[in-house]
């Protein structure tokens, strides 16, 4: 019996990692397959790309413990210095700032670069309309995006901010 880890619709903002008890019976010839003397890992072909610096962690508690599943790639494969502009902004919404943004029920998404360097953004769920998406535009998304893709000169917010339905401040 091997174990089995892999990615449902990876690379999509609905992407989750999975780990699976993986009979002989089902291993498929294209995983990868690593030896890890007391079992075999098996790594699902078309996930490996989205599986890019994962790791799987037991931690001992008082209810016995818990395993911890961490893909940060799972949601958008990790994406090399050299790659286009618009492929790392992605990669740095998906990977960094929408898992913050989301513990608030937001995300925002890349519209488009302009004069090369700005970056114009679109919030949505609890950002959209919320009273503190100036300070979470400005401290938290700008100052990360510039850091991480420094030809990020600015961003620029083109949500419509007067839809406060599901804002999470109002």
Same mark, same amino acid.
């Given at each position: 019996?091997?174990?089995?880890?892999?990615? =449902?619709? $990876?690379?999509?903002?609905?992407?989750?990692?999975?780990?699976?008890?993986?009979?002989?019976?089902?291993?498929?010839? =294209?995983?990868?397959?690593?030896?890890?003397?007391?079992?075999?890992?098996?790594?699902?072909?078309?996930? +490996?790309?989205?599986?890019?610096?994962?790791? +799987?962690?037991?931690?001992?508690?008082?209810?016995?413990?818990?395993? =911890?599943?961490?893909? $940060?790639?799972?949601?958008?494969?990790?994406?090399?210095?050299?790659?286009?502009?618009?492929?790392?902004?992605?990669?740095?919404?998906?990977?960094?700032?929408? $898992?913050?943004?989301?513990?608030?029920?937001?995300?925002?998404?890349?519209?488009?670069?302009?004069?090369?360097?700005?970056?114009?953004?679109?919030?949505?769920?609890?950002?959209?309309?919320?009273?503190?998406?100036?300070?979470?535009?400005?401290?938290? +998304?700008?100052?990360?995006?510039?850091?991480?893709? $420094?030809?990020?000169?600015?961003?620029?917010?083109? =949500?419509?901010?007067?839809?406060?339905?599901?804002?999470?401040?109002?």
């Amino acid at each position: 019996m091997g174990v089995r880890i892999f990615v =449902t619709q $990876p690379g999509t903002k609905n992407a989750e990692t999975c780990l699976a008890y993986c009979p002989p019976n089902e291993i498929v010839p =294209t995983d990868e397959q690593i030896d890890l003397g007391k079992f075999t890992l098996f790594l699902d072909h078309n996930s +490996v790309p989205f599986l890019e610096e994962a790791y +799987v962690d037991y931690s001992k508690d008082q209810m016995g413990g818990q395993l =911890t599943i961490k893909a $940060p790639n799972a949601k958008v494969p990790k994406v090399d210095d050299d790659a286009p502009l618009p492929d790392r902004i992605q990669y740095v919404l998906a990977s960094e700032i929408n $898992p913050n943004l989301a513990a608030h029920g937001g995300d925002v998404s890349l519209v488009e670069i302009v004069d090369g360097s700005v970056a114009v953004l679109r919030f949505g769920g609890g950002c959209q309309g919320c009273s503190a998406v100036s300070l979470t535009l400005k401290q938290g +998304v700008e100052s990360t995006l510039k850091e991480r893709v $420094p030809e990020i000169s600015a961003v620029r917010d083109v =949500t419509d901010h007067t839809v406060k339905e599901n804002a999470y401040y109002q």
